[in-house]
C-alpha cells in the first residue's frame, strides 16, 4: 500500500471552511441560551464536545489507516482526502480513499459506542430500553461523498465501470449494529472492511488506477476569477458649429 498525500494549501484551505462553520455553530449555541453566562457556559461545552469527538476520530481512523497497509503495493491510499462538491468552491472530506484494481473505497469511519440500528438510512442509538432516533446519518453522509466523488472523478477519466466507486461506513468499535436496506454498506469492525476490500473484483486498469489517483492527489484550489476590467470610455468630440 502507497501513501498519497494532497497540496497543504488545499488542506489548509479545507480547515479554513471546517473552522468557520464550528465557529457560526458555536455562536448558535450560545445565542439559542440567551447569550450571557449561561450561553458562554454552552459554547465552551461546544467546543469541548467537538474536541473530545474529533480526538475518538482521529484513534478510529489511525487504527483502520494502519490495517489498509497491509494491502499489496497495487492499492493506494489518501488519509483524510479532500474533494469538490459540487457548490463552487466547497469541499468534503473522506476519512480513507484507496483506490486499486478492485476499485476505488471512499470509507467513513465512525468510532461511535453502543448498539446502533438502521433502515433506509434512518439511524437510532439503543439508550437503556428504548431506540432514539439520530438525526445525523453515517449512511446518507457516505452515499453524498459517492455521488460527489463519482461526478467529479466521471469528468477526469473516462469510460470507469459501473459500481467501481464504493462508499462504505466502518463501525471498529460499536457493541452491536444492525442495518436493513441502506444506501451503502455498512461494516461492523475493520475485519469486515479488509474482506470486503480483499473480495472485490478486479475492474480497474493500471492505468485507470493511476489516473485516479493523480486526479486525487493534483486536486488544487480553483483560480480566483480576474475581475474584467472597466471599459475606458472616450470624451465625445465636441460638434463643428453649422453655418
Avoid at 75 to 93: D, L, Q
Avoid at 181 to 206: F, K, Y
Amino acid at each position: 500500500m502507497k501513501i498519497l498525500h494532497q497540496s497543504p494549501a488545499l488542506k489548509d484551505s479545507f480547515l479554513a471552511q471546517v473552522s468557520q462553520k464550528k465557529a457560526e455553530n458555536r455562536q448558535a449555541t450560545q445565542e439559542a441560551l440567551g447569550g450571557g453566562f449561561l450561553g458562554a457556559i454552552g459554547a465552551a461545552m461546544f467546543e469541548f464536545k467537538q474536541v473530545t469527538n474529533q480526538f475518538k476520530g482521529s484513534v478510529g481512523e489511525w487504527g483502520i489507516s494502519l490495517l489498509l497497509k497491509s494491502l499489496p503495493d497495487t492499492w493506494v491510499m489518501f488519509n483524510n482526502a479532500v474533494i469538490p462538491t459540487m457548490r463552487s468552491g466547497k469541499f468534503t472530506e473522506i476519512d480513507h480513499l484507496i483506490i486499486g484494481p478492485g476499485g476505488v473505497f471512499l470509507i467513513e469511519v465512525k468510532t461511535w459506542k453502543g448498539s446502533f440500528s438502521a433502515y433506509k438510512d434512518n439511524w437510532k442509538r439503543r439508550e437503556g430500553n428504548d431506540w432514539v432516533a439520530l438525526s445525523n446519518s453515517p449512511s446518507s453522509q457516505s452515499a453524498y461523498h459517492q455521488k460527489m466523488f463519482q461526478q467529479w472523478i466521471s469528468a477526469l477519466v473516462s469510460k470507469l465501470p459501473d459500481n467501481c466507486i464504493v462508499a462504505p461506513v466502518v463501525f471498529p468499535v460499536a457493541k452491536w449494529l444492525g442495518t436493513n436496506q441502506c444506501s451503502v454498506p455498512v461494516l461492523h469492525g475493520a475485519t469486515a472492511l479488509l474482506q470486503m476490500i480483499g473480495e472485490s473484483p478486479n475492474c480497474l486498469s493500471d492505468s485507470q488506477v493511476l489516473a485516479i489517483a493523480q486526479a486525487v492527489e493534483n486536486l488544487s484550489l480553483p483560480s480566483p476569477t480576474e475581475p474584467k476590467p472597466a471599459p475606458i470610455l472616450k470624451k465625445p468630440k465636441p460638434s463643428k458649429p453649422q453655418n
